[in-house]
Nanobody, 115 residues
Framework: QVQLVGPGGGLVQAGGSLRLSCVAS????????IDWYRQAPGKGREPVTG???????DYADSVRGRFSINRDIPSRTVHLQMNSLKPEDTGVYYC?????????WGQGTQVTVAS
């Protein structure tokens, strides 16, 4: 069974940094892509950033230049480094992985940015 576990998150002041981690139960190269989504209060889930199997990354315009996604293949971990955090970055962050047509989600972790 494929599982994604995402430790990290918490409360931080605006301008601060946090790092989220997503640990997979299998080799992360087995995923077609691994992404981070977030869901702000009262809003739908939106993509934040992702990394494809070949290592190509993509970012939402709202986080480009502030967030960085990195893979640590030996530890089966994908990290999301979040810098210069803003109150509008507040939400529940989810790790997501896709293998062909199957989607796998982490349990979600709360990130709160205080102004």
């Amino acid at each position: 069974q494929v599982q994604l576990v995402g430790p990290g998150g918490g409360l931080v002041q605006a301008g601060g940094s946090l790092r989220l981690s997503c640990v997979a139960s299998i080799n992360i190269l087995g995923f077609n892509n691994i992404d981070w989504y977030r869901q702000a209060p009262g809003k739908g889930r939106e993509p934040v950033t992702g990394t494809a199997q070949n290592g190509v990354t993509d970012y939402a315009d709202s986080v480009r230049g502030r967030f960085s996604i990195n893979r640590d293949i030996p530890s089966r971990t994908v990290h999301l480094q979040m810098n210069s955090l803003k109150p509008e970055d507040t939400g529940v962050y989810y790790c997501h992985g896709r293998i062909i047509n199957d989607d796998y989600w982490g349990q979600g972790t709360q990130v709160t940015v205080a102004s």
